[in-house]
């Protein structure tokens, strides 16, 4: 009563092969692939700088913070919430 058998592994594999095809299949293998390479850079990265601050004499300034009202954008609704009392 524990783990399955082989024979349930693959008649499981056939009704998933059966259910989205091989091409769904693939797509969603790649797609995981190339998310979990990115992840690795990113960590590989994060690992050779922590990337708060840029290092002094590079160039780069730091992301500005604006207060400064963006024009609202005609499929925006602007609402305000109100406790209930």
């Given at each position: 009563?524990?783990?399955?058998?082989?024979?349930?592994?693959?008649?499981?594999l056939?009704?998933?092969?059966?259910?989205?095809?091989?091409?769904?299949?693939?797509?969603?293998?790649?797609?995981?692939?190339?998310?979990?390479?990115?992840?690795?850079?990113?960590?590989?990265?994060?690992?050779?700088?922590?990337?708060?601050?840029?290092?002094?004499?590079?160039?780069?300034?730091?992301?500005?913070?604006?207060?400064?009202?963006?024009?609202?954008?005609a499929?925006?609704?602007?609402?305000?919430?109100?406790?209930?009392?």
């Amino acid at each position: 009563m524990g783990s399955f058998s082989i024979w349930h592994w693959l008649i499981v594999l056939l009704v998933i092969v059966l259910i989205f095809g091989t091409k769904k299949l693939r797509n969603i293998g790649e797609d995981l692939g190339s998310a979990v390479k990115g992840f690795k850079t990113g960590m590989k990265a994060g690992a050779e700088g922590d990337g708060s601050a840029p290092a002094p004499g590079t160039g780069e300034a730091p992301p500005q913070v604006t207060t400064a009202a963006k024009k609202p954008d005609a499929n925006t609704v602007d609402v305000e919430a109100k406790t209930k009392t």
